[in-house]
């Protein structure tokens, strides 16, 4: 009877072991459920708010395929896309602005289709954003090139005078004939920035260079680009920067048109906003000098980036520069663009870093920086 006592309070007690045993699993289960839970969830919850998040960009009228400004700040946002996995259509898109008229519908259009963050491009849809921003302070907006007042509008500007002004240095070291061009797109303070930053640099070089200037009053006219340049060419001009979007490939076709009817002709180019190398190409040549950047690609997607993460920049003006490698000057260069000349444009373009030069956006700014020379 003793023994069977025993033997029934020996299964009683492996039962309690096995029990707590089993209660300890339960346990453990449970706390690595709740410390595994809200990781999952924010897993989750990261996963759901960048498919739920969607933006997208109006053009101005040179065109999201304008190998410049436009073409720049698509890449931009197919970059994020790619980046969050959002479809086009639903998660990204643009609307292309055949004229000024274009602005308005197509801002409102994406509005009604519950884009996130919707980008105007370009100084010239400043009026329409700012009016829609008015209307839908639920929608969040960005402009570049202008400012817009507005907790729901980050205004993206950059220091073009300083690349334009390395752009300078560089066909000021090139030139064979002391003058260059300018081709502007349409006169405004944005384009002024370019203009006056390269006349400065090719002044800062060699102060007798003469630099011709002249205005397309439009982005997206190629025709008259390559009349322009025609003009420069013809008149003793060896290097032109142009700063005029669409209009600017009429610059290059210009010059590649001369190379091909003599290959000796000695004329180039400088790009704008991206690497315009591959515009250049004729054959075996290449009248691409250099290109100065406008990393408006980087600027856009670092701003879709933080308003993702909710961290929306409204109200703020960001100003993308040479210390944030927001504008520079192309690694991509032609045999034209010697190592030389690189030396001096890196020398240069510490001076603009370190506020030894501080480049002009002005005419007003301009004069005074010539009568320092």
Known sequence: MKNKLLLIFALLLSAVFVLGACGSSDDGDSAADETQDPDSEE????????SDFSLAMVTDIGGVDDRSFNQSSWEGIQSFAETHGLERGTGYDYAQSDNGSDYLPNLNGLIQQDYDLIFGIG??????VEEVAGNFPDTNFGIVDEVVEGDNVVSINFADEQGAFLGGVAAALT????????VGGVESTVIKRFETGFVAGVKSVNPDIEVSIDYAESFGDASRGRAIASTMYSSGADVIYHASGDTGNGVFTEAKDRINDDPDAGVWVIGVDRDQYDEGQIGDHNVTLTSTLKRVDVAVEEVANMTLNGEFPGGETLVFDLSDEGVGVTDTHTEAFTDEIAEAVNEWELKLLDGEVVAPQTDDELAEFLDAL
């Open 43 to 50: 897993t989750d919850d990261a996963e759901t708010d960048a």
């Open 123 to 128: 100084f010239e849809l400043q009026a329409a």
């Open 175 to 182: 030139t064979e004939t002391d003058h260059v061009g300018f």
